[in-house]
């Protein structure tokens, strides 16, 4: 069982903010980072150290941290950002990696 | 261009063995810890295994270990997962993945992903 927990699903009005949570007992010591994975292909890291975006990533993607819960917000949702979101970390050891289950974001 | 491009997927019976590879190109490899993740049909993201650069450090998942082993040659800028004693619960499309020089988990350079099947 993932040691990282996400909602399973989330929906958003076109243009309205979002937000994502992971939660788990090793975000206390380590950051999240954070995928965004679209059907048939591969996860595209959207976020990592808390709050830094890759080169490309626009900026209405956004992350922060607060005790064991990482978010990803998502201000000003766009179509084509319905996609399942991913977060991921170091487990409680710091030898792993662990990520959550996934939440499926859907844009209405 | 940086990028990462897997081979060695395929349709294996349970209790068989597969080499997948992952060649590295556009960056320094010998620089970057390098990862395996999978996804099993309509399932989330697993981790599966990863290494340091120099490979001095070797991880794996709990439900692989024993049975998986990955290991690199930076001369030839490509890493790889030796999967033995398959289970029909290991299929999966394997991707590799590059983890930031920064190191934190995580994984900024993604291959396409390359599908195991295990089946009789």
């Known amino acids: 069982s993932s040691e990282l927990t996400q909602d399973p699903a989330v929906s958003v009005a076109l243009g309205q903010t979002v937000r994502i949570t992971c939660h788990g007992d090793?975000?206390?010591?380590?950051?999240a980072s954070w995928y965004q994975q679209k059907p048939g292909q591969a996860p595209l890291l959207v976020i990592y150290?808390?709050?830094n975006r890759p080169s490309g990533i626009p900026d209405r993607f956004s992350g922060s941290s607060s005790g064991n819960t990482a978010s990803l917000t998502i201000t000003g949702a766009q179509a084509e950002d319905e996609a399942d979101y991913y977060c991921?970390?170091?487990?409680?050891?710091?030898?792993?990696?662990?990520f959550g289950g996934g939440t499926k974001l859907t844009v209405l | 261009e940086v990028q990462l491009v897997e081979s060695g997927g395929g349709l294996v019976k349970p209790g068989g063995s597969l080499r997948l590879s992952c060649a590295a190109s556009g960056f320094d490899f010998i620089s970057y810890s390098m990862n395996w993740v999978r996804q099993a049909p309509g399932k989330g993201l697993e981790w599966v295994s990863s290494?340091?650069?120099?490979?001095?450090?070797?991880y794996c998942a709990d439900s692989v270990k024993g049975r998986f082993t990955i290991s690199r040659d930076n001369a030839q800028n490509s890493f790889y997962l030796q999967m033995n004693s398959l289970r029909a619960e290991d299929t999966a499309v394997y991707y590799c993945?590059?983890?930031?020089?920064?190191?934190?988990?995580?994984?900024?350079?993604w291959g396409q992903g390359t599908m195991v099947t295990v089946s009789s």
């Open positions: 090793s975000l206390t010591n380590y950051y």
């Open positions: 991921n970390s170091r487990d409680r050891s710091g030898q792993h990696v662990v």
């Open positions: 150290n808390k709050n």
């Open positions: 993945a590059r983890e930031t020089i920064f190191g934190l988990s995580a994984f900024d350079i």
């Open positions: 290494i340091s650069s120099t490979s001095v450090y070797k």
